[in-house]
């Protein structure tokens, strides 16, 4: 094995659950296969950092985080993707999800880094607090989350230091990707979440904490109750809010919340794959 010549953590992550992880896996690796230096981290979950690509070289590990939206990698990343090369670097694919199931993701995650010209060499899900509520995974990644992270960096560690060569992790999932099944509400309709977006109380000071934070860049800053562009629910505005003023209404979508509030309160434990 060649020597390690740079650690970067790669991160989309709108309510912050996706870079907390990766950040403990990039530090605890750098410190075990890169002595004495520290990780870079690129964050590309705000629309300006997703105009411009990244490329890397071999000798180089890219630790690449995203959590899961509808148990895939979220769409809005499909073309940022396209603008990431690999050019032979090793890549350790992470997604984070909310306590429901990870399902197609994290096999997704591995083909596009794979495709991407990245020799995958790890691959773990964790689990973050669910974008949609509080409740559900609340707190999470928490200290045995964080232990578990830094446990998974020695495994990857270990490997890459081993003498013989590297093979590609296989990570859990089928092929072709499933979609998830269409859900229904009380009313027998077909759940449809397109046009959810979120409300604006008037505890809202006009900070504009939720204009900076929107990956998507939709947040009107004169107006800031005003939704100018696709909203994807990620919740980055709820959960940053410092006026708790951000909430969805849509009747779907709390459907949705409370299913998944009642059904995914079982703990599920990080899965690792070297
Ligand atoms: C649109 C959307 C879809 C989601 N779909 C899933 C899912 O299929 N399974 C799951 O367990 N969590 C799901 N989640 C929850 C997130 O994966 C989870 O909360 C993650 O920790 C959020 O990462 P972040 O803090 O980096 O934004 C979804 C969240 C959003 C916003």
């Not at 992880?21 to 530090?27: G, L, M, N, P």
């Not at 769409?75 to 993707?81: A, H, R, T």
């Not at 006026?243 to 969805?248: D, E, L, P, W």
Request: glycine fraction near 8%; aromatic fraction near 6%.
């Amino acid at each position: 094995m060649r020597p390690i010549r740079s650690i970067t953590a790669m991160t989309f992550s709108p309510t912050g659950t996706t870079r907390r992880i990766v950040s403990r896996i990039a530090k605890v690796l750098c410190e075990k296969a890169c002595r004495g230096r520290v990780p870079a981290h690129r964050d590309f979950t705000l629309p300006g950092a997703r105009s411009e690509g990244a490329s890397f070289r071999e000798g180089e590990v890219v630790v690449f985080g995203v959590p899961v939206y509808a148990g895939r990698v979220p769409k809005v990343l499909s073309e940022y993707m396209k603008t990431v090369r690999g050019n032979g670097a090793l890549a350790v694919a992470v997604v984070v999800y909310g306590n429901r199931d990870y399902d197609d993701a994290l096999l997704e995650l591995t083909d596009l880094l794979d495709s991407q010209g990245f020799l995958v060499a790890a691959a773990a899900a964790f689990i973050g607090e669910h974008s949609y509520s509080r409740l559900i995974a609340e707190g999470r990644p928490d200290e045995e989350d964080m232990a578990l992270a830094a446990e998974f960096s020695a495994g990857v560690a270990r490997k890459m230091g081993g003498a013989v060569p590297m093979a590609k992790a296989v990570a859990k999932g089928h092929r072709p990707y499933r979609e998830l099944p269409v859900s229904r509400n009380e009313k027998g309709e077909a759940i449809d979440l397109s046009g959810a977006r979120p409300q604006t109380s008037p505890a809202c000071r006009e900070c504009g904490q939720c204009v900076e934070v929107c990956p998507m860049g939709s947040i009107d800053r004169e107006d800031v109750s005003a939704i100018v562009g696709e909203c994807i629910r990620c919740n980055a505005c709820v959960k940053t809010c410092p006026s708790g003023a951000k909430y969805f209404a849509d009747g779907d979508y709390l459907t949705v919340k409370r299913w998944l509030e009642t059904h995914c309160a079982q703990r599920r434990t990080p899965e690792f794959f070297l």
